[in-house]
């Protein structure tokens, strides 16, 4: 079984590119498999990713990003290329929630 990556909240806004390496790594890790061979435009259930996988997968992206995410995230942008870009315009759009400065 795959070892859990401690996920650390950002603090910096992260890029689309950020976040596509992000779930690179955590979706590789999950299926224990190398990061390298994750294609971005294959769908999460090529990988072999259950619905248990994938709701924990949004939990850790709701803890990393430090913002609400939903659990059916992976349903609705089933690819990494697609999850980073939505949540990347998410994430600049206002969706996290407001630090005082």
Do not use: C
Request: hydrophobic fraction near 40%.
């Amino acid at each position: 079984m795959a070892k859990k990556i401690k996920v650390i909240p950002v603090t910096e806004p992260p890029t689309e590119e950020t976040i596509r390496t992000w779930l690179v790594a955590n979706i590789a890790n999950v299926v224990n498999m190398d990061p390298g061979k994750i294609d971005i435009q294959q769908t999460f259930d090529n990988y072999g990713l259950d619905s248990l996988q994938a709701v924990s997968l949004s939990g850790d992206l709701e803890t990393w990003l430090s913002m609400e995410i939903s659990p059916t995230v992976v349903w609705d942008y089933p690819t990494v290329e697609l999850l980073a870009e939505h949540l990347s315009k998410t994430y600049v759009n206002g969706a996290k929630p407001a630090q005082s400065q």
